[in-house]
């Protein structure tokens, strides 16, 4: 009946976006667009108070997109509501997780499920709007005015845009359940604070080039802006694991 449950809201919500939809698509999803975006503000700001005079702080910034393929407005129409749906879901999916496993637990693994389960879904949705508010639209504001020759001219097709779009913000959004992931882990007997703790120095080299793959642009002010969440995530998780029990010497 779960699984009933889900679909069913899963139907209600696809069929809400998209009737909704064009206004969704004109004022959200494409809104990383336009030069009026508010992370884009937020970059001018830095810009002025750092004395940041590069194109990427100072330069007007606008992308049209492109279709090249008849039926993909329609099909992108359907996808997309789907993919907000899902993601909206989520909490709900979660509470109905909690329902079918409450009854297999033990009152003292109820508490820890539960919040872990509660974590899990504000996690998710942090991730996704880290993801929509700064990391997506930074990689767009590289990729989109980078030239690798002034003989080629960029057009940017209306696929390329969504796929994007949808594959970062959902990296985002699963990217910041490491600490649950690390969490279970420990309960697994798999790591512990003082693996975590030993391996910290690798672990910030690690981000730090994740963040530079995910926005490439070089300067230390985006690295930082994409770097520091991912890497306060993982003190987050040295935080939520517990030591590794010792054992007693026999006596």
């Known amino acids: 009946m779960a699984l009933f449950r889900i679909i069913g809201v899963l139907l209600v919500l696809g069929a809400g976006y998209f009737v909704a939809m064009p206004w969704l ?19 001018q700001q830095a810009g002025a108070a750092l004395n940041l005079t590069g194109d990427f702080f100072t330069r007007y910034f606008e992308v049209k997109l492109i279709n090249i393929n ?14 907000m749906a899902v993601i909206t879901v989520t909490p709900y999916i979660l509470a109905e997780i909690w329902r079918f496993i409450r009854p297999a ?12 389960l509660a974590l899990g879904g504000g996690m998710f949705f942090t991730g996704v709007l880290v993801g929509y508010f700064m990391v997506y639209p930074l990689t767009l504001r590289f990729l989109s ?3 690798l020759s002034t003989a080629i001219e960029n057009h940017i097709s209306l696929n390329s845009y969504i796929d994007n779009f949808m594959m970062l913000i959902l990296c985002m959004g ?58 306060l995530l993982y003190e987050l998780s040295i935080v939520m694991v517990k030591d590794k029990k010792t054992e007693r010497a026999p006596i």
């Open 174 to 231: 699963l990217a910041f359940e490491l600490p649950l992931v690390t969490w279970l882990l420990s309960l697994l007997g798999i790591v512990n604070k003082a693996f975590l703790r030993t391996y910290r120095r690798h672990a910030a080299v690690l981000i730090v080039a994740l963040a530079a793959v995910i926005t490439p642009t070089g300067d230390p002010f985006t690295l930082a802006a994409v770097s520091l969440p991912l890497y």
């Open 105 to 116: 637990l033990y009152p003292n693994e109820r508490k820890g499920v539960r919040k872990a």
């Open 25 to 43: 698509f004109e004022h959200v999803v494409m809104a990383p667009c336009h030069n009026d975006f508010i992370f884009y503000r937020y970059l």
């Open 145 to 147: 005015t980078y030239q």
């Open 70 to 83: 008849l039926a993909a407005p329609f099909f992108i129409h359907i996808s997309t509501s789907v993919w």
